[in-house]
């Protein structure tokens, strides 16, 4: 787990410097594109369940009901800005949580952390001890269906991640994390988070 957190901090690091450009042209792109403030931070759940405020840029309009899934809005692209759905397309919104890497409250490679109100998903996680390793940024529930998956099989896929957890698996994960951002997998606005068996590889979650 030291060693974990040498490569997050010595990449986040680095990825803040390359990437401050682009942080630049999309803070300009959304105070362009809408009123409110450029970051939106979430009250989420971190390790050991102890919570903590994840940083993302703002996708969203400042009249959206907070701490609300998007899947649980009745009309989410209502409230979504324009220059958000480009984020949210191409997963661009996530970069500030390279912030909640610096400080030690996430890591590159792990399991989403849950908002604070889905007890649901920490009840499941709970049975495969992934409530008690470091979120993540990305991780292997993200590159096996994203957004679609159901909380069962979320939970159970976040186990597996932290039954394999070494070095080997994270690049796994984070080779397999660029080639879905790059095609778009599992970005689903509104989705139930229910799969069909014939657009997916889970029937159940």
């Given at each position: 787990?030291?060693?974990?957190?040498?490569?997050?901090?010595?990449?986040?690091?680095?990825?803040?410097?390359?990437?401050?450009?682009?942080?630049?042209?999309?803070?300009?792109?959304?105070?362009?594109?809408?009123?409110?403030?450029?970051?939106?931070?979430?009250?989420?759940?971190?390790?050991?369940?102890?919570?903590?405020?994840?940083?993302?840029?703002?996708?969203?309009?400042?009249?959206?009901?907070?701490?609300?899934?998007?899947?649980?809005?009745?009309?989410?692209?209502?409230?979504?800005?324009?220059?958000?759905?480009?984020?949210?397309?191409?997963?661009?919104?996530?970069?500030?949580?390279?912030?909640?890497?610096?400080?030690?409250?996430?890591?590159?490679?792990?399991?989403?952390?849950?908002?604070?109100?889905?007890?649901?998903?920490?009840?499941?996680?709970?049975?495969?001890?992934?409530?008690?390793?470091?979120?993540?940024?990305?991780?292997?529930?993200?590159?096996?269906?994203?957004?679609?998956?159901?909380?069962?099989?979320?939970a159970k896929l976040d186990g597996e991640y932290v039954a394999k957890m070494s070095f080997f698996?994270?690049?796994?994960?984070?080779?397999?994390?660029?080639l879905s951002v790059l095609k778009s997998d599992g970005v689903v606005e509104g989705g139930t988070?229910?799969?069909?068996?014939?657009?997916?590889?889970?029937?159940?979650?």
């Amino acid at each position: 787990m030291k060693v974990k957190r040498a490569i997050d901090l010595c990449l986040s690091m680095v990825g803040l410097i390359v990437l401050s450009p682009v942080f630049l042209i999309l803070v300009i792109a959304i105070k362009l594109d809408s009123k409110g403030p450029v970051l939106f931070k979430q009250k989420r759940v971190g390790i050991h369940k102890r919570y903590f405020n994840i940083l993302k840029f703002r996708t969203m309009k400042i009249d959206t009901p907070k701490d609300m899934p998007t899947h649980m809005l009745k009309n989410p692209d209502q409230y979504i800005t324009k220059v958000g759905k480009f984020l949210r397309k191409t997963s661009l919104d996530e970069l500030p949580q390279i912030i909640n890497i610096v400080k030690g409250e996430m890591s590159i490679i792990g399991p989403r952390p849950a908002l604070w109100n889905q007890s649901d998903l920490l009840e499941e996680r709970d049975k495969y001890g992934a409530n008690d390793v470091m979120p993540g940024l990305t991780g292997w529930a993200q590159i096996n269906g994203r957004d679609e998956l159901e909380i069962p099989e979320k939970a159970k896929l976040d186990g597996e991640y932290v039954a394999k957890m070494s070095f080997f698996f994270d690049f796994r994960c984070f080779l397999g994390t660029i080639l879905s951002v790059l095609k778009s997998d599992g970005v689903v606005e509104g989705g139930t988070g229910k799969l069909k068996s014939k657009e997916s590889k889970y029937a159940n979650k």
